[in-house]
């Protein structure tokens, strides 16, 4: 709706600026409050704007709308551009400070800000739609029924779950809002997620692929970085050279997805099935490497592997539902499937991984600690 209601440069410029504005305040506000409003509201318009930049350019892509070679292009550059940020942020706050990688991002914003002034100009294909019609209500009780649930799954063993009276209200509000959710999408024309999306037998088929996924990545959240904090001491910059492998796996990924599904005509299934393949040899290396005698040389091919698989299934995915779902639930699939892959999936996935390990650790401190007093 903000595509079909301003135009390209409005859309840009407000989305550079505004990102200028929320860096700013990060870098100064002491509140955890402000802080989690200004990194909502930077949401927003980061989507808002890399949605406005490829689509504006998918036609120059692929002239006939093929998904197969959109997709691989977008995922590239959105989960590359992840794990550039992520690398250049370590290197920022390892030679000089964190704020200096705001800084950088404020200075690269303004490039873009004064590229938009002078290069491009108001355009419009159609009339301004206006904005009558939009769930907005449904759009604020989504937000905080997954805000919510990210804060139980992130805080919930730091508060010991249900003995804590946050989480307790957490998982109590997340459910209000769901309910809320449900009974208001019965009575409105136009819900901000119509719950008939979900019967929709691709929807849930792709849904609990991409959960699948989130699950088996959240292993290096937990294990990988216990390892090789813990065990074999690696520093910063130690660990900012694997992540240039996971890089490079981003994008012979995104390069295989393309060859595979464009080159090859290869199927949904056999593309999809090769991601989850290249994850699980990620798992399998990582756990016969775990020694302290494992130098960082041997990690650098299952973290290539481990980028790969991530950026296959993504783009294997979203295309296949491009060509499944039927254009006027797509884009509400999508959302839903963004609601998974970037929101709660990662979060849950680290929450189970990590309560598991942190029972295991309990065990084995009780068991060793019996043995050093039978000693």
């Known amino acids: 709706r903000l595509k079909f209601r301003f135009t390209n ?5 407000s989305a550079s600026i ?14 955890l409050p402000v802080l989690v409003g200004v990194c909502f509201f930077a949401g927003i318009l980061r989507v808002m704007g890399f949605f406005e930049c490829m689509s504006t350019i998918q036609l120059k892509i692929t002239p006939t709308r093929d998904f197969a070679k959109f997709f691989p292009v977008v995922y590239m550059v959105v989960l590359g551009c992840i794990q550039l940020s992520g690398i250049t942020a370590g290197y920022m706050s390892y030679f000089y400070s964190w704020e200096y990688m705001n800084l950088l991002a404020i200075g690269m914003l303004s490039v873009v800000a004064i590229s938009v002034v002078f290069l491009l100009r108001h355009f419009r294909a159609t009339t301004p739609q206006p904005f009558t019609g939009i769930d907005w209500l449904g759009a604020f009780l989504w937000s905080l029924c997954i805000m919510l649930i990210i804060f139980v799954l992130e805080y919930g063993e730091h508060y010991d779950w249900l003995d804590s009276e946050y989480i307790r209200m957490a998982i109590t509000g997340a459910l209000v809002a769901f309910g809320m959710i449900v009974w208001r999408s019965k009575y409105i024309q136009h819900p901000y997620i119509d719950l008939h999306v979900f019967k929709h037998r691709h929807v849930n088929t792709i849904i609990f692929l991409f959960t699948a996924m989130c699950l088996l990545l959240a292993t290096p959240n937990i294990l990988q970085n216990a390892y090789t904090g813990a ?24 390069i295989f997805s393309y060859l595979a599904m464009v080159k090859w005509e290869c199927g949904y299934k056999f593309v999809t099935g090769m991601g989850f393949v290249f994850i699980v040899f990620y798992l399998v290396s990582i756990y016969f490497l775990i020694s302290p005698a494992t130098s960082k040389e ?14 296959v299934i993504y783009v294997a995915l979203t295309v296949y539902a491009a060509r499944t779902i039927p254009f006027m639930p797509f884009f509400q699939a999508l959302t839903v499937f963004g609601f998974v892959r970037t929101c709660v999936g990662i979060p849950l996935g680290t929450a189970i991984i990590g309560r598991a390990l942190s029972i295991c650790t309990k065990k084995d401190v009780m068991s060793l600690s019996s043995e050093i007093d039978l000693q």
């Open 298 to 311: 041997q990690l650098y091919l299952p973290l290539f592997f481990r980028g790969a698989g991530n950026v």
């Open 231 to 254: 065990i074999v001491h690696y520093d910063l910059l130690t660990t900012l050279l694997l992540n240039w492998s996971v890089l490079a796996g981003i994008i012979a990924g995104a």
């Open 18 to 31: 505004g990102l200028i504005v929320c860096n700013l305040i990060t870098m100064s506000t002491r509140s």
């Open 9 to 13: 440069k409005t859309l840009l410029l």
